[in-house]
Nanobody
Framework: QSQLVESGGGLVQPGGSLRLSCVAS????????IGWFRQAPGKEREGVSC????????NYADFVKGRFTISRDNFKNTVYLQMNSLKPEDTAVYHC?????????????????WGKGTLVTVSS
């Protein structure tokens, strides 16, 4: 059974940092691009960042460029999202998802497997 499990969310003050983790099981991890998506209350889901199966290619939404860094460890079947300089508008449930094509990784419709999400709250 294919599964993605996120962790690392929590409450942080503006300007602070968090590192999210996404652990995968049940599929050939390095064959899949992994994307992070987020959904804030009352808003639509949006793509945050993606990484290719090898880790050699990444992309970021404009609103996180320079603040977030995506990485992966294929030996541990894990993808990370390092989030720095957090803002209140980053508050959301963050989900990771796996899809076969990096070119479609920013599109939720291109992803096959989804985690249940981890809540990030940025507030003073």
């Amino acid at each position: 059974q294919s599964q993605l499990v996120e962790s690392g969310g929590g409450l942080v003050q503006p300007g602070g940092s968090l590192r999210l983790s996404c652990v995968a099981s049940g599929f050939t991890f390095d064959y899949y691009a992994i994307g992070w998506f987020r959904q804030a209350p009352g808003k639509e889901r949006e793509g945050v960042s993606c990484i290719s199966g090898s880790g050699g290619s990444t992309n970021y939404a404009d609103f996180v460029k320079g603040r977030f860094t995506i990485s992966r460890d294929n030996f541990k079947n894990t993808v990370y999202l390092q989030m720095n300089s957090l803002k209140p508008e980053d508050t959301a449930v963050y989900h990771c998802a796996a899809g076969p094509y990096f070119s479609l990784c920013s599109n939720a419709d291109g992803m096959d497997y989804w985690g249940k999400g981890t809540l990030v709250t940025v507030s003073s």
